[in-house]
């Protein structure tokens, strides 16, 4: 018996033993699982208030100053080169098209770190080509133009033909920021301002309503992938309804015109009453023009801070002032509000994992927020990349966050779940942020916040890989 009772002992303390054994080893397996979940940093970088020269947001760069460029003391430095350019100039001869003209503007916009946004207009100058009016085309000259009559088949023929083969070129690409349908009326403004004299020619030959929607219409097949803007005045709702977004052509009238009736008060509000284009701006840029020129508002006593209110309240992305001098006493207004203007992206925080294997998932995940007034209009891709300590770049990879959805107003997440390179060698990494062109080749958007490497990356903190 005293046997039995030792064996049952003996039983008993090695099951209990072995018990521990297991119960010590779960709870070190979950320790260990926990402590790779919980391995990742967040980080917060600084905000920073300086005016960002980014593309398809602030000043204008009109035709280059017209050959007298004011100083950069006298107007801030432009983003975008807004050109308009007359028929005849883009097609002088039947089927024979100005490509090279056009492509050398966007050369030396590029070189002043500008992209391009033009319009083509039919009655400005020499305006429809003397060999189209040749073929049978009605006009009237009007001031320094000629009025022709957009209702007759051949013009409209021939029309077509030119917005498909400049869309055929121009369509989609990295250098255009947009395209202003301005293919009717008076400087390509949808109406017949210049017509004194001649109102009843210039009204039997504007374009009747189907053939304004066919104009319309001509540009959005044409010039797919590139963002459009219309005039108020011309078919804007239409357009607006199709993607478009919407410019004025005389932002700050508060009376250059009478006393009693001016376009920011009368003009642009009963527009902006109908819901679709009051909610254009999602989609498509908000583009205005100044009404003569700053210097203008400034003589006759405008309030300057109204204007530009009334700008970040409509959404505005770009303005053309004409590429005029800003009175010095308003430049400091002039770039407060061009810290506001467009987009303007925060990197709140991001939350990596730490340390990371060859082959093996790094977690990235993002906060951002959109302290400006429009979104970007433009497939422009987030991206992170490591880089060594030796400024070697081991992996990039683009994120899956769509920005063009991140409107002003709330705060957007970015997460993203990426696989490390099995050469990347054992060693500890920046991790780099950027929003590239759209050919994710090269950074392209500078953010609001500190620490901008002379390449447009931004170090937000590092990554350990281990083997």
């Not at 009007?142 to 400049?166: C, M, S, W």
Request: hydrophobic share 40%.
């Amino acid at each position: 018996m005293k046997t039995l009772l030792l064996s049952l002992l003996a039983f008993v303390i090695v099951a209990l033993q072995s018990g521990c054994r297991l119960a010590s080893s779960l709870d070190s397996s979950a320790h260990d699982g926990s402590a790779q979940a919980e391995s990742t940093v967040t980080v917060h970088p600084k905000e920073i208030k300086d005016v960002l020269y980014n593309p398809g947001m602030g000043l204008a760069d009109f035709h280059f100053g017209f050959d007298h460029p004011p100083t950069t003391d006298q107007y801030p430095r432009s983003t975008v080169a807004y050109f308009r350019w007359p028929w005849s100039d883009l097609e002088p001869e039947e089927g024979q098209y100005a490509f090279d003209f056009v492509d050398r503007i966007i050369s030396q916009a590029k070189a002043k770190g500008e992209t391009l946004a033009f319009r083509i207009m039919t009655e400005y100058k020499a305006g429809s080509p003397a060999w189209l009016l040749h073929k049978g085309v009605g006009s009237v000259k009007v001031g320094r133009g000629v009025f022709p009559d957009y209702n007759n088949p051949t013009f409209l023929q021939y029309h077509e033909k030119l917005i498909k083969a400049f869309g055929e070129r121009y369509a989609g690409s990295p250098d255009i920021d947009h395209v202003d349908i301005g293919s009717v009326g008076c400087w390509g403004e949808w109406n017949m301002a210049c017509c004194q004299g001649v109102e009843a020619q210039c009204k039997q030959y504007f374009p009747v309503e189907d053939n304004q929607i066919k104009i319309t219409d001509w540009y959005f097949k044409y010039f797919a992938g590139t963002p459009l803007v219309m005039l108020h005045g011309g078919q804007l709702k239409y357009a607006v309804s199709r993607g478009a977004g919407w410019r004025a052509d005389c932002f700050g009238d508060y009376g250059i015109f009478g006393s009693t009736w001016n376009h920011m008060e009368h003009a642009y509000p009963p527009v902006l009453q109908d819901p679709v284009i009051e909610r254009a701006w999602k989609n498509a840029p908000v583009q205005f023009e100044v009404c003569g020129v700053m210097k203008n508002w400034h003589d006759k006593g405008f309030d300057i801070d109204l204007i530009l209110a009334k700008g970040l309240e409509w959404h505005m992305s770009v303005l053309n002032a004409k590429s005029s001098p800003i009175p010095t006493e308003w430049r400091p207004r002039i770039d407060a509000f061009l810290t506001k203007i467009g987009y303007r992206f925060v990197l709140r925080q991001m939350t990596h994992t730490t340390e990371v294997r060859p082959s093996q998932k790094l977690s990235l995940r993002s906060q951002w927020e959109n302290v400006g007034v429009a979104p970007i209009y433009h497939e422009w891709p987030l991206a992170y990349r490591l880089r060594s300590a030796e400024d070697q770049v081991v992996a990039q990879w683009a994120s899956t966050a769509q920005l063009r959805r991140w409107l002003p107003g709330a705060q957007h997440e970015a997460e993203d779940i990426v696989t490390l390179p099995e050469s990347v060698p054992e060693g500890s990494y920046a991790l780099d942020i950027a929003i590239l062109d759209q050919d994710g080749r090269a950074p392209f958007v500078d953010l609001a916040i500190s620490g901008k490497r002379p390449d447009r990356w931004y170090p937000t903190s590092t990554v350990l890989i281990r083997r």
